[in-house]
């Protein structure tokens, strides 16, 4: 399959893709978008030219909007429709070819639109899903030989995070003041935090709401979820270790989230499937699950210094995750609780069994006694103010590629 745009064989946005995401355009009106390779396409102007008109339950321009909650509360049946519909459009030689007035008026360099806030979030959960993070964590802080709590291999951990802080890339934050207790010290201190970290994540989003009492199995799980971005789940270190017994994370984390601005759909990474962990003891039977619930996303983050290059500092991949999407939503519901279109659901810090996998500055520094050295002959414990970090993934095999983009996001000094 080809499209009509060019784009370079690495591009993240090949006509596998289609993700979709919320631009402003000619810096004057926002509406709902999608990517093929730098090109940024209205998707309201689309349904203008009358292209979706005879795909039920798109009966009204819902891409007229600020962000993508009414497009995927529509449902599967629709949005996906929708994304095949693009994807004939936007294939060479299609028998659904735009002419050139449709093309000047829907399409877009993308140095020529700003990207916002894909998603109105609801609510938002962060799981603790990745086992090889939250061995090194348990090792770091209780005790080596026990480094996994008793409950970590029969639920998957979560708590519920801060929406109103999740922004996306490109939206810089100031660096978090709160109590930290430094070892040496007999009270606490107040201050700017001085270990501030970021935490590789993925995220995936739901596209309907259930009623208080409902549950969602996991095998019902995946028809409710739309599609997965990056996360970035910044973490105040030494404002967190003070804070967090024992109610768990509140100011060492809610002060930001960094999200990528494209939603990747679960159809678009259909080709990346692949087989979980094995998870031993055997799970409860709610968390039983059938078929290849993991992805194959290679992910990768990137530090840089102002006025200074990227230095790759962790390669990871997707597929580490011991507990899997459909086990987070069905863990997330069992006991009733209802979800809401909108809704995110952030998996973890996401590491492997290498250090070069691992996903937090926490883990590659080993809480700082390991310094990463740059190349510029600076070195690191923790994110410093004005660097900037960044996270990129994708999905590739047999010649398809679908990304992510990046999250970029700078740590700007505290107010």
Avoid at 382 to 403: A, L, P, Q, S
């Amino acid at each position: 399959m080809k499209s009509f745009v060019q784009y370079d064989n690495q591009s993240d946005f090949s006509i596998y893709n289609i993700p979709f995401g919320v631009a402003v355009f000619n810096k004057e009106y926002i509406a709902c978008a999608t990517r093929i390779g730098d090109m940024v396409v209205d998707l309201a102007s689309l349904y203008d030219y009358s292209f979706f008109d005879d795909i039920e339950g798109l009966n009204d321009n819902v891409f007229e909007a600020y962000t993508l909650n009414d497009f995927i509360e529509l449902g599967k049946p629709t949005t996906t429709k929708v994304r095949k519909r693009l994807q004939e459009l936007l294939a060479e030689g299609s028998a659904l070819s735009l002419d050139e007035k449709t093309i000047d008026e829907c399409f877009y360099d993308l140095d020529k639109v700003e990207m916002l806030m894909p998603i109105h979030v609801q609510n938002y959960t962060d799981f603790y899903s990745s086992i090889e993070h939250a061995t090194n964590v348990g090792k770091m802080f209780r005790d080596p030989a026990n480094a996994l709590l008793p409950n970590w291999k029969h639920l998957p951990v979560g708590y519920h995070g801060r929406a109103s802080s999740i922004v996306v890339s490109g939206v810089d934050f100031h660096r978090p003041k709160g109590q930290m207790k430094p070892a040496d010290a007999e009270k606490p201190i107040f201050g700017p935090s001085k270990q501030m970290d970021f935490e590789l994540e993925m995220a995936f989003i739901v596209n309907k709401n259930t009623e208080l009492g409902e549950s969602i199995s996991t095998k019902e799980a995946e028809d409710a979820i739309f599609g997965m971005v990056i996360f970035n789940d910044w973490s105040a270190r030494d404002i967190q270790s003070w804070e967090y017994v024992p109610l768990g994370p509140f100011l060492g984390k809610n002060f930001c989230s960094s999200i990528s601005p494209w939603i990747v759909t679960l159809e678009a990474l259909e080709p990346f499937r692949t087989t979980s962990p094995q998870q031993e003891p055997e799970v409860l039977d709610y968390l039983k699950f059938d078929g290849n619930k993991n992805f194959d996303i290679n992910l990768e983050v990137y530090l840089q210094p102002e006025n200074g290059v990227e230095n790759l500092i962790s390669k990871s991949n997707y597929n580490f995750m011991y507990w899997n999407m459909c086990q987070q939503l069905a863990h997330h519901t069992i006991n009733g609780c209802n979800i809401e279109v909108g809704d995110m659901y952030a998996s973890g810090t996401i590491s492997g069994a290498e250090k070069s996998s691992f996903g937090s500055m926490l883990e590659l520094t080993w809480r700082g006694q390991n310094p990463l050295q740059l190349s510029d002959d600076t070195e690191r414990k923790f994110v410093e103010d004005n660097d900037t970090i960044i996270m990129r993934g994708y999905g590739e095999k047999n010649g398809i590629r679908v990304g992510f983009g990046e999250v970029a996001t700078k740590v700007l000094p505290a107010k």
